[in-house]
C-alpha cells in the first residue's frame, strides 16, 4: 500500500541569472529582465513529495510535522529572505534558475531522508512557472 | 489515444488520529494536536482521475458528470458532514488519517469503475498538506 | 495617509449547528447536515484587517510579524485542532454559526488592539461561504 | 539530471458538444447542458509540461520565454476568443471535448518541439474538470 | 451586530460584445477580440453579499443554503450554459459586458431579498478581470 | 449606476526594510529577516480598483484593456524585474514597505486617470499579506 504525501512551503528570495562566462550583451539576450543587475525576487512555493508504504499504527507515510520541521531546517533556513546568488553557497558557480534550485532542494532533502523513501519536488517560481526534479 | 480525466470534490468531516493500542501519553507524543479529544475537522478536497481510451462518438473518456454523480454516492455521502471516527463503518479500527481515507476513497470508487480504466485519488486535508494513492 | 493592512492566518475545527432550545425535528429542519450529532469540520481562513496610519520610520501601519502573533495567541491557540462547540468557553451558549465566530474573534482581537486603528475581520468556512464582521 | 519545466497559458472560447450523427434527442441525452444549440464557453487554462535535460550555461531545459511565445503563436492565436465549433479548423470533425481540445493542442506544440524533449498538457475546462494527454 | 455574508457561486456562458448602432469597424476598434462574431465564453464566477442582523436562533444572517438556492434559481438557471446575448432575455438592447452582468443579476436577486438585507455583488469574467455593484 | 471595475496584474522585484536614520541593531530588531543586506524579494499581486458610471454604449466603466495598458506603463515598466531599493526613484528616501508600494503605485495611477473616477489599490506581498490604500 504504497502512498506519495506532499507538503508545501515557501520562501522569499532575491536573485538573477548571470553567466559569468559571458558577456553583458550575451546575458542580456538570453536572460533579458532575469539578468538585470540589482536582483529582482519571488514568492517560491515548494512541494515535497515523499513516497513509501504506510506504517499501519500510525497511518503515516512519514509524520508531516516531521517533514515540515526537516524543510524548515533544510530549505527555509538557507534560503528564506535570503540573495541566493551571493548568500548561499550552494549556487556559488551555479545558475539560480528554477531549475538548478530545485535540485539543490533535492540534493539537501535526500541526504536526510530514509533511502526507503522516494522523493520528488516540485517549485514555484511565480503561479504560472515551475518545475519539477526528478522529472 | 489514452487521456486522463480529473473531477474535483470535496466535503467536511470531523476526526481525530488516536491508536487505542497505545496509552495516551504515546497518543499525544506521535499525534500532537490531531490527537486532540473532542475532534477536529477539515474541508476535505477530493480529486478523482480516471485514464481511458477516448471514445470517439462522445469526445469523452468518462462522462464527467456519471463520474460526478460516482462520487457523490459513493464518497460525499458516506463522509460529507460526519465524524469519520464515529459515523463511517470503514473507519472502524483504521486510523483516519489522509493516507487510510485516500486509500478506503480509491476501494470504494474502484469496485464502481469499469476495469478498462486506471483510477487514482490526490486527497487535500489542507492546502498544504495532501496524498495520492496509487502512488 | 490611512492604509489598511491584512493578514490570513488558519485553523482547523470541528463544530455543529444545535439550538438547544429546540427538538431534534426542527433542528434537523433549520440546520440540516450542519446538525449531524457527531460533528464535522472546517478548515477556517482568517483575513483580519487593521487600518491606520502609516508610521514614517517603519513604513507600517503595524508590524504584521506582530499581528500574526497576536492571532495565534488569541485565536489560533483557543481555536486550532478543537471542537467549538465542547472546547472553547466562548461558545458556551452561543451558536458556533460562522457569523457568531467571527464576532468573537472579533472581540477578542479588539481587546488587545489600540484604539487608534479599526479592526475588522473576514472568516471563510470554505471557499464558497465566508462572512465579514462588523459589515 | 532530467527536469520537467511547466507553463501555464489561458484562452476564453465559446464550443457545444454535439454529435451530428445522432439525432437531437441523442444528444440532449448524451450531452446535457453542454449541447445547448447557441453555444457556451469557458476560461481554458492549460498547463504545458516540457521534459529535458538541464543546460548548464543558462540552467534552462528550454527557455520559458521561448514556450510562452510557442504557446502564444501555437494555441492562443488560434483559439484565444474564438467559437471552436465554427472557427478553428482543427475541430472539423471532430467534438470540442476537453480531452479533444488537449490532444489537438498536444499535436500543435509537438510539431515545434525538438525530439529530444517530452511533452505533456493538461487542460483545465473549469477549476473542478480538467484533463491531462498523453496519461 | 451587524454581518455580511458571502456565497459564491458559477456559471459557464457565452458572450460578444457588439453594439448595433455602430458599423463593423467601429465595434472591432473598439472591442477588439471580444467582438469576434462567433462568440467567445467564460468561467463566470459570482460571489452574493447579503448584509443584515444576525438572528440569535440560528447564528444566522440568512440560511445560505437559501441563499444558494435563489441563485441557482434566479441567476444558474437563466445563464449556465447560455448564449448571453441570443438566449437570455435581460440582454434583448443591453451589452453583456462584466458591468451590466453584474446589474442584472443584482436586480434579479434584489427583487427576491427583504428589504431588511442589504446587497452587493462580485463578478469574475476572468481571474484578472471582474466588477462589483452596487460600488 | 455606478459600478466598480478591477483588474490584476504583477511584478516581481527584490526589496529589503532598512531605516537609514538607525544603527544596524535597531534596524534588525524591527525588521528582522526582511533587514537582511541582500536583498529578498516576491511576487507581487496587484489589484487596480476604478469606480465610476457605466458608458450605455460600450456597458464599460473603463476599458480594461487600456488601464491594463495604464498599469503595465506606470508600473510594470518601473518595478517588474527591478530592485525596489536600488532601481526606482520614486523609493529614495522612502521605506519599501507593501504599505508605501501601494502608495507610490496610487500616486503613479492617480495622475494618469480622469478626475470623475475613483481609484483604489490592493497590494498582496505574499498571499498571506497584502495592503489597500485608500483605506
Redesign the interface.
Known amino acids: ?10 520562501f ?4 538573477r ?1 548571470h ?1 559569468p ?1 559571458w558577456d553583458e550583451a550575451r546575458n542580456r539576450e ?5 539578468n ?1 543587475p ?6 517560491y512555493e515548494l512541494e515535497v513529495k515523499v ?2 508504504e ?1 506504517d499501519p ?5 512519514v ?3 516531521w517533514l515540515s520541521k526537516l524543510i524548515e531546517t533544510e530549505v527555509e533556513e538557507r534560503f ?4 541566493l546568488n ?2 548561499v553557497p550552494e549556487f556559488q558557480g ?7 534550485i ?2 539543490v532542494i533535492w540534493n539537501l532533502l535526500r541526504a536526510q531522508l530514509h533511502e526507503r523513501y ?1 522523493l520528488h519536488v516540485r517549485l514555484y517560481e ?10
Do not use: Q, W
Not at 94 to 100: G, I, K, M, P, Y
Not at 126 to 132: C, D, H, I, K, L
Open positions: 500500500m504504497r502512498v506519495a504525501v506532499f507538503r508545501r512551503a515557501h522569499n528570495a532575491a536573485h541569472l553567466n562566462n538570453v536572460f533579458g529582465k532575469c538585470y540589482n536582483y529582482h525576487g519571488h514568492n513516497t513509501g504506510v499504527d500510525t497511518g503515516y507515510v509524520d508531516l510535522g528564506d529572505h535570503k540573495n551571493i548568500d551555479r545558475l539560480t534558475s528554477a531549475e538548478n530545485a535540485v522516494d511565480t503561479p504560472r512557472n515551475f518545475v519539477e526534479y526528478p522529472a
